[in-house]
């Protein structure tokens, strides 16, 4: 089994995030680095401005013993993903020589939360950032229902207050903060406005921060520098 990434090396960087995409997650990234899906995804369509802001970004994809459907979907939970996105963090601070945070978006919210539940001390990542967060969910276990007392790394949540989604109504955050009180720091970013376009839980809705991007990156990446 492999774990493909897609890196975005800016000069100077002063941290690294890992990228975990929606949906099903299965990028389906190609040695040329070109995706089969997910291209329109929040965090995927904002990768160069994440590097931008002077990060290293890391693109997860769905191993490859996982290439095909259901790619990440019931797998996202599990301790063969932590050890995907361990073997993933390990490789960034060693080759990056920087921190490492998890940036997930809707579904990948639920890696990068389950995964920061389930390493700890030197193996934890940096910090996480929940965008667009799973707050309900009838098909498994959203994050507030993680064992979150756990994290101790700082945790930044990030959330549209009009997100149409019926997983990630913005009146369900107020659960998930109470629930980060062991965390390092922990903070809310709610933005209002955008585009809202198509299916309320796509990433052209306000779920997906479309026409906010380039704020939205800028905020998360202030905060994630030392």
């Not at 089969?36 to 590097?51: E, M, P, Y």
């Not at 769905?62 to 993933?88: C, I, N, W, Y």
């Not at 790394?153 to 903060?177: I, K, R, W, Y």
Request: charge should be neutral.
């Amino acid at each position: 089994m492999t774990q493909r990434l897609l890196v975005l090396t800016p000069p100077a960087a002063v941290a690294a995030v890992v990228l975990f995409a929606g949906g099903h997650g299965g990028l389906q990234i190609s040695s040329d680095g070109s995706l089969k899906w997910g291209r329109g995804n929040f965090l995927i369509r904002s990768r160069h401005l994440f590097a931008e802001q002077g990060l290293v970004v890391a693109v997860l994809d769905a191993p490859s013993d996982r290439q095909s459907a259901p790619f990440l979907q019931g797998f996202r939970q599990t301790p063969e993903h932590v050890a995907d996105v361990k073997a993933a963090i390990v490789w960034l601070r060693e080759t990056a020589k920087l921190p490492v945070w998890l940036i997930g978006t809707s579904r990948g919210t639920q890696s990068a939360a389950f995964v920061a539940t389930q390493l700890a001390g030197a193996d934890a990542p940096d910090g996480i950032v929940l965008t667009s967060t799973i707050l309900t969910d009838r098909r498994g276990r959203p994050v507030p229902a993680m064992a979150l007392e756990t994290i101790r790394t700082p945790v930044l949540v990030v959330h549209h207050e009009q997100d149409g989604c019926e997983s990630c109504a913005f009146a369900n955050v107020p659960d998930l903060m109470r629930k980060l009180d062991h965390a390092a720091r922990k903070q809310l970013f709610a933005f209002k406005g955008g585009d809202n376009q198509g299916d309320p839980c796509e990433a052209m809705a306000y779920h997906g921060f479309n026409g906010l991007e380039r704020e939205v990156v800028q905020q998360i990446a202030a905060w994630i520098r030392p």
